[in-house]
């Protein structure tokens, strides 16, 4: 009994090794291309450049926000999974969620000139505030970054089939088949060179499972794509 149980450890304590080393080499790999065109560009500043470029130091500040964000992310995500942030459930008005998360999103979405547009029924719904609003919000981030045309829906509306509350956002584009059962891994992306930390609809996915849903994403006619959850409310 004692030798199985000492297996079932040393197998679990090799499991888990296995994904923090994984873990490393992702970050390894996402980190070591902004932090060496990062070098790069301030070596150019010191050494060669009379004058500091305008277009150097967008790159270097893109390059610092890109690499903030991630470093963000991984922490939100490690407390998640850690249960560092419990979900602290309060009643919310759709209404003021879907007001909340245009007003952030619009003027990014704008400038990009994509127009986002609401169909949000007016319910109350159990959950927690700020986590909610950063899971929806990192799908409307990643609609709009990601999207290959000029719209973003947002929809929240009574669940079809009980007394749950779903929510949907839908983008222009299309996702590859064999893309689809992996999109919400850590450090995922569709677009390798894109923008991202690659944790967005990771965290997103997280989040929905601590209210008891769980995040789908689907291809849809028309050349759509639907990303969907519901929320179920208690009695």
Request: aromatic content about 4%; glycine content about 8%.
């Amino acid at each position: 009994m004692i030798a199985e149980a000492s297996a079932r450890l040393r197998e679990k304590l090799l499991k888990k090794e296995e994904m923090l080393n994984q873990r490393l080499q992702d970050l390894t790999h996402d980190l070591k291309s902004p932090l060496t065109g990062l070098y790069c560009q301030i070596e150019t500043l010191e050494l060669i450049a009379p004058e500091p470029k305008d277009e150097m130091f967008h790159h270097i500040y893109n390059e610092l926000g890109y690499l903030n964000h991630m470093v963000e992310d991984m922490s939100e995500l490690s407390k998640l999974e850690k249960n560092r942030n419990p979900v602290n459930r309060q009643i919310l008005r759709t209404e003021e969620l879907a007001e909340s998360l245009t007003g952030r999103f619009t003027p990014i979405a704008e400038s990009g000139g994509i127009m986002i547009s609401t169909d949000v029924s007016p319910l109350e719904l159990s959950g927690d505030p700020v986590l909610l609003e950063r899971a929806v919000g990192n799908l409307m981030h990643n609609a709009i970054l990601h999207g290959s045309g000029p719209a973003v829906s947002l929809r929240i509306k009574p669940e079809e089939e009980g007394s749950g509350v779903t929510v949907e956002v839908e983008n222009d584009g299309q996702i590859p088949e064999e893309d689809l059962p992996r999109i919400f891994n850590r450090y995922w992306r569709l677009n390798r060179n894109g923008q991202g930390s690659g944790l967005g609809l990771n965290i997103a996915s997280v989040v929905i499972r601590k209210h008891g849903g769980e995040l789908k994403v689907k291809n849809c006619s028309g050349n759509r794509v639907l990303f969907s959850f519901t929320i179920p409310q208690p009695n």
